[in-house]
């Protein structure tokens, strides 16, 4: 295939930045997206211009690097894939692809397609988390938990934190992201020793970080690689108001 890329060129976060055209050809459909952006860095260097910067790591769909925002959408067409899995079958000779990086004020443009998501890394270390003894490891049957539990709470740990529910978002909430890692640890028994403050922590510092308010659009979930369930986020929503409960009830 044939085909025209509009790319987003931005040099750093004071850079006003651009798109860029560029022209690719002989793409094979069987291409992964990463692997044509690659034969497109491949071309900028031989033509000694900078190759666009992208993130990227296992290139199958795990650790939740890559993160571009592809004709409008978050990691593309396709349904429940990331743009690593995203194949270029998914596109026909002649397209232009327009790719920019993920669009919100608490993920600053570090250059071109990279963006900063270290603001996710710090609503994990405001409470995600639970705590244990240290020492030898506990038999895996010693705490019975029901499989629906089991199941509900592993759906929720498959969030990836790629930020695609918040490129999503037209206000750029993260409201499933944290919402997900609340729910995954709410649901089980190892999380309860820090029920009472989680949510409260971990709901500040996404404030803090300057992600918007939830919208109810559920665009955040349609565009969820993992297809984590908007029902984490009323999860989340009872355990916030549980601890604020609590916490005024103590106070008093």
């Not at 295939?1 to 930045?17: A, E, F, P, S, Y």
């Amino acid at each position: 295939m044939n085909l025209t890329l509009k790319v987003w060129r931005q040099k750093n976060q004071n850079d006003k930045g651009k798109m860029e055209t560029y022209q690719v050809s002989d793409i094979s459909p069987d291409m992964s997206f990463l692997e044509m952006m690659d034969v497109l860095n491949e071309q900028l260097i031989k033509e000694d211009i900078e190759p666009v910067h992208f993130d990227h790591d296992c290139r199958e769909g795990i650790c939740g690097m890559c993160s571009m925002h592809i004709n409008g959408r978050p990691h593309g067409p396709q349904q429940a894939v990331t743009t690593c899995q995203l194949h270029m079958r998914s596109f026909k000779d002649g397209d232009t692809i327009t790719i920019e990086p993920w669009r919100a004020g608490a993920f600053p443009v570090v250059k071109d397609l990279v963006v900063d998501r270290t603001s996710f890394d710090r609503i994990i270390q405001a409470g995600g988390y639970v705590s244990v003894n240290t020492g030898g490891v506990p038999d895996a049957n010693e705490i019975p938990i029901p499989k629906s539990v089991a199941d509900e709470a592993f759906n929720s740990a498959t969030c990836i934190g790629c930020g695609a529910c918040v490129a999503a978002c037209k206000n750029a909430s993260a409201m499933l992201f944290t919402s997900a890692k609340i729910a995954q640890l709410a649901m089980l028994p190892q999380g309860k020793t820090e029920a009472k403050t989680r949510a409260e922590k971990m709901v500040a510092q996404m404030d803090a970080e300057g992600f918007g308010a939830c919208t109810n659009t559920g665009a955040c979930s349609a565009e969820c690689p993992k297809e984590i369930s908007l029902e984490n986020i009323a999860r989340m929503n009872r355990e916030y108001f549980s601890a604020k409960a609590k916490s005024e009830n103590t106070d008093m």
